[in-house]
């Protein structure tokens, strides 16, 4: 399957297919293999790979993004804000990332219904 027609069965661009794939070669998921009989294929079993490998590939950032931005000094709840919801991020990101390693490739494509 060409990358044009992944992105099609995807509904997106080959462009972003392609980029994902780059990525994903990058942090050792694929290999990729040039030339006229060139492609790509897991660089390991599908069992080893997980949810958050893919993620933190393809990302590089945070699941949940939050902006920056300086206190109000005159209040208590602004001066606040940060560090509160800073650990609340910082939990909701360790239990989503553990939870996103507890899935592994090989299950994900267990569930793809193939068309009769």
Not at 6 to 26: F, M, P
Not at 47 to 52: E, G, P, Q, S, V
């Given at each position: 399957m060409t990358s044009d027609e992944?992105?099609?069965?995807?509904?997106?661009?080959?462009?972003?297919?392609?980029?994902?794939?780059?990525?994903?070669?990058?942090a050792k998921l694929l290999k990729a293999y040039k030339g006229k009989t060139g492609g790509i294929e897991l660089a390991r079993g599908a069992?080893?790979?997980?949810?958050?490998d893919i993620y933190v590939a393809s990302s590089g950032k945070a699941l949940i993004n939050t902006r920056k931005k300086a206190p109000r000094k005159v209040c208590p709840v602004s001066c606040s804000m940060g560090e509160l919801m800073g650990d609340i991020i910082d939990g909701?990101?360790?239990?989503?990332?553990?939870y996103l390693a507890s899935i592994?490739?090989?299950s994900l494509a267990s569930k793809v219904k193939q068309n009769a």
């Open positions: 992944l992105a099609k069965s995807v509904r997106t661009n080959a462009t972003v297919v392609r980029r994902l794939v780059a990525r994903l070669v990058e069992n080893a790979i997980t949810l958050k909701v990101e360790r239990n989503s990332m553990k592994s490739l090989a």
